[in-house]
């Protein structure tokens, strides 16, 4: 579907909506990325990716994001997240530590992996030159807030992958 290519400037009066990220998900698979970002998050330039505006504070687009994902039965995420979000205060950026304490309650279970901010920008790019990257942005206004969901594979695994390679050597 060439609609959830990445679009210029001038389309995006157009843009999906966050409604839209359930009819995305079928389409999305192993090494697709989600970012759910705060308000700060510039538009990319990547080519394959998508960006969705939604009327929200990131918390609860993160709840819309992961209760749709985990009724797909071909993708998992992976989690990750700015490594500088667990050294912020409240006296930089104040709601930070209450912020953090409710995204840590919702990611209990997932895998979870931290990186400083550039490098994870780094990794977007990378990826962004291959596969679909979805960029939500919400109105939250704290920084280093931004959840990027990599989708792995639900039925597939790392420990098989090594089975399967390992009999492929032999």
Same mark, same amino acid.
């Given at each position: ?35 759910? =970002?705060?308000? =700060? ?52 950026a104040l709601g930070i530590t209450d912020f953090r304490r409710d995204l840590y309650e919702r ?34 206004c704290l920084p280093y807030t931004s959840v990027f969901l990599e989708l792995d594979c639900a039925y597939w ?14």
């Amino acid at each position: 579907m060439e609609r959830w290519r990445n679009e210029s400037f001038r389309e995006w009066d157009e843009m999906p909506e966050i409604e839209d990220i359930e009819e995305m998900l079928p389409l999305l698979g192993h090494r697709n990325w989600i970012q759910i =970002a705060d308000m =700060a998050f510039p538009a990319l330039t990547v080519s394959g990716v998508q960006t969705i505006l939604a009327d929200d504070e990131i918390l609860p687009v993160l709840d819309f994001v992961l209760e749709i994902i985990s009724r797909q039965p071909h993708i998992r995420p992976i989690v990750w997240l700015d490594e500088e979000l667990d050294f912020l205060q409240d006296e930089w950026a104040l709601g930070i530590t209450d912020f953090r304490r409710d995204l840590y309650e919702r990611l209990q279970g997932l895998t979870i992996k931290k990186l400083p901010h550039e490098q994870i920008i780094a990794k977007l790019n990378e990826v962004g030159k291959q596969f679909q990257i979805v960029v939500i942005k919400t109105r939250t206004c704290l920084p280093y807030t931004s959840v990027f969901l990599e989708l792995d594979c639900a039925y597939w695994d790392e420990k098989r992958e090594k089975f399967l390679r390992n009999a492929m050597s032999r």
